[in-house]
């Protein structure tokens, strides 16, 4: 099966899953697309019998066809393994009858950044070697707090491979910054920039961009590669916990083989949310996908209206992953459901035209609007939002009624299900994304649950009063962070990055 970009109107560019992953974004600025969506390669009835890494295998063998059993299992092998704390990779929690929560955040960063970035790098060696590249690959990326930690878990001492990462110095959380350069995989490097996250995120985009800097690391042996979420290789392994959800949903009896669930997402960049709709062509049967946002409700409004409009004031929240308007991944939605009668030349693709179209007007004027019969095909969507006073109110409900205790993200999307449940009666038993842990976001979360304790000034101290609310165990990428060794010191301006990475990689070759 071969992908395309959204943006290849002659389809003229065909590459095979491991040239996708490797490449990331495709050369004329679209996202790989699979030609199709593959039917889902088992029986439903088999479900209930497949343990997450079975799921995974089955689910990623019908995308990735280019890469063999053997291979495939290497890479789940890898990073499904004992630096996820649950046995099954994921967990559930029911509150109330048919509510599920989906806990996706039980991997080295305690987000759901983890169900992806712990298996990418395996599948990028594996392409490289697949397309004759037997150098080192070298992930550069620019954080502005929880990517960096997550795709640092993901590739440490993964053979074949080196990150290094950057992060505005002063410009990410205490806890945050601990986590990075305290990271102890002998592949990695971390650097603070003194500058804000835009200028780091140019520095990288610059290094990228840098022709001859490429041509010279290629000589040393090295290659560039991206861990960003419009890599196709993140995308696809988040189908696989949707067909597992099903299949526990079923294990459950909460589900008659066939009969549908729901599933709503905290929603920033669309990947997670679209990896669901993908698990619903394969042929799983997803009744509503409800798109949840925070008080940056870009999405919200594009599906009540067909118009995406990003010329509003961008609002810091405190879901910070989900503080986003331009959502690069919707890009993969447009092209899909693109009108194609608005092409003219009958040798084009005329969705890959559409796309491109709106994707130009997203650039110059900041907006566009669909089609009628474009709006149309949005019907399996439903988008809600929530806003922070609606957050803290749902952290402190949820607790109060079911002693559980969610994270500022998955409560916005707690909140829009509630209120989808409400407003449209419907009782189909839904499943919501879990995006991260409680103690990810220690102090939004004990002040919504308002306890009436001053809290410690210092995030450190918060682990602790959290502990004793979740009654669970302190997860690893918390525990005895603040006495960790700092392995990470080097800090560099930002006309100064380029330099950093010559001197890292010179340093590794030695
Ligand atoms: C990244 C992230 C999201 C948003 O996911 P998208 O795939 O970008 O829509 C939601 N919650 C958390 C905790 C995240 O880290």
């Known amino acids: 099966m071969n992908y395309y970009s959204t943006r290849d109107a002659r389809r003229a560019n065909p590459v095979t899953a491991s040239k996708a992953i490797l490449t990331g974004l495709a050369p004329d600025g679209g996202l790989y697309v699979p030609e199709q969506i593959p039917a889902l390669p088992f029986g439903l009835d088999e ?31 890898g990073a499904y393994d004992a630096k996820f704390e649950s046995p099954e990779t994921v967990e559930f929690k029911e509150t109330e009858k048919g509510i599920f929560y989906l806990e996706l955040f039980h991997g080295a960063t305690i987000a759901f950044k983890d169900m992806a970035l712990s298996i990418l790098p395996y599948m990028l060696t594996k392409a490289a070697k697949k397309n ?62 003194r500058g804000n996250f835009d ?65 709503t997402v905290p929603t920033g960049n669309f990947g997670n949310i679209l990896a669901a709709h993908y698990a619903k062509q394969m042929g799983l049967p ?43 991944n919707l890009e ?24 491109s179209e709106l994707m130009k007007e997203l650039k110059e004027n900041g907006e566009y609007s669909l089609t009628e019969a474009e709006k149309a095909r949005l019907a399996d969507f439903e988008a809600g939002s929530a806003n922070q006073a609606e957050v803290a109110e749902e952290i402190r409900r949820v607790f109060r009624d079911y002693a559980y ?13 509630r209120d989808y449940r409400t407003v449209t009666g419907d009782t189909t038993p839904i499943v919501i994304a879990s995006t991260a842990s409680p103690f990810k976001f220690p102090r939004s979360v004990l002040t919504a649950l308002e306890t009436g304790e001053a809290l410690a000034e210092s995030d450190f101290d918060l682990f602790a009063p959290l502990k004793e609310k979740c009654a669970r165990t302190l997860p690893k990428a918390v525990d005895r962070l603040e006495s960790l060794p700092i392995r990470h010191t080097t800090v560099c301006e930002v006309g100064e990055m380029q330099d950093t990475v010559m001197k890292i990689l010179k340093e590794a070759k030695k």
Do not use: W
Not at 205 to 231: C, P, T, W
């Open 47 to 77: 479900l209930k019998a497949l343990d997450y890494r079975e799921t995974a295998f089955r689910v990623l063998k019908a995308f990735l066809t280019d890469y063999t059993a053997d291979e495939l299992r290497d890479c789940i092998a």
């Open 132 to 193: 004759g590249f037997d150098g080192e690959i070298v992930i550069l990326v620019a954080t502005s707090g929880d990517t960096g930690k997550a795709a640092l878990a993901g590739f440490a001492d993964v053979p074949g491979t080196r990150i290094i990462v950057f992060y505005p110095k002063g410009g990410v959380s205490p806890v945050q910054e601990r986590q990075m350069i305290t990271e102890a995989g002998k592949n990695t490097a971390v650097v603070g920039v």
């Open 199 to 263: 200028d780091t995120q140019t520095g990288v985009k610059n290094i990228f961009g840098n022709k001859a800097l490429a041509a010279e690391l290629k000589e040393n042996g090295f290659a560039f590669s991206s861990a960003n979420s419009i890599n196709i290789g993140r995308l696809l392994p988040q189908v696989v916990y949707y067909v597992y959800a099903y299949g526990e949903l079923l294990r459950r009896g909460a589900l008659k083989l066939g009969e549908p669930m729901n599933v």
């Open 286 to 328: 997803i009744g509503k996908l409800l798109c949840a946002s925070n008080d940056n409700r870009v999405l919200t409004d594009f599906f009540a209206s067909g118009r995406y409009d990003k010329k509003r004031p961008f609002i810091l929240t405190t879901s910070p992953s989900m503080d986003i308007l331009i959502s690069s």
């Open 332 to 355: 993969r939605l447009i092209y899909e459901i693109a009108d194609e009668s608005a092409c003219v030349d009958g040798n084009a693709d005329a969705k890959a035209v559409r796309c």
């Open 405 to 417: 205790v969610i994270d500022p993200h998955t409560a916005v999307a707690s909140k829009v299900t």
